[in-house]
């Protein structure tokens, strides 16, 4: 499985555009999941289904836009539509966190994520059962491990703004992008406990 990070947008709306066109059509993420709460993202995923579908472009106009376009419609024009409609559903993909101190729970190769906005948020019931700790406030990208834990960032588009997350058999690896979306570092994340050692006198 493959998880597309987007970092805060701050005001470089076209490049987090680029950025979540690069996951979809590019990398072809499974999921994509924007960091930021300013609904960025969501007002350019709904402009793309728009441009697909019409300006309602909604799951509940569907059978709508069935009866205006196809009862009538020729073969080829038939087909067209149901491109189009399996392009804007691909585009559910795209997700974005509903609030600053909101939490979005993963499970990455058997490890406990937690994805938030600010990590500020975080509580000791978000930490212990956690592997990862995911979030997007800050301007640049991080990727660290504190003790058992890593804590990751694809920071904001500011400066930088991507990561791809891909849970593998053997681990989970976090590619870093630049704002050219090109690949800058892929780290390994090692989730081992390590080995406790107990030494007893004699």
Known sequence: ????????????????ERAAEFLHKERGVDRALYLGVDNCLDRIVSGWAEKLVGSDPGQSALW??????????????????????????????FESLPGESTRAIELLNGKVAVLIYDKAYLDEEDILPATLLVFGKSREALVRRVGRRWFVSPGSFADAGVMIVDDHDNGIHVTHFDRQLKEQKRTHLSTSRGVRLRVSGG
């Open 1 to 16: 499985m493959q998880l597309g990070l987007l970092g805060p947008s701050l005001g470089h709306d076209q490049a987090l």
């Open 64 to 93: 709508t836009r069935v009866t205006e376009q196809c009862l009538s419609g020729s073969p080829d024009q038939i087909e067209s539509f149901i491109q189009r409609e399996r392009e804007r559903q691909r585009l559910k993909l």
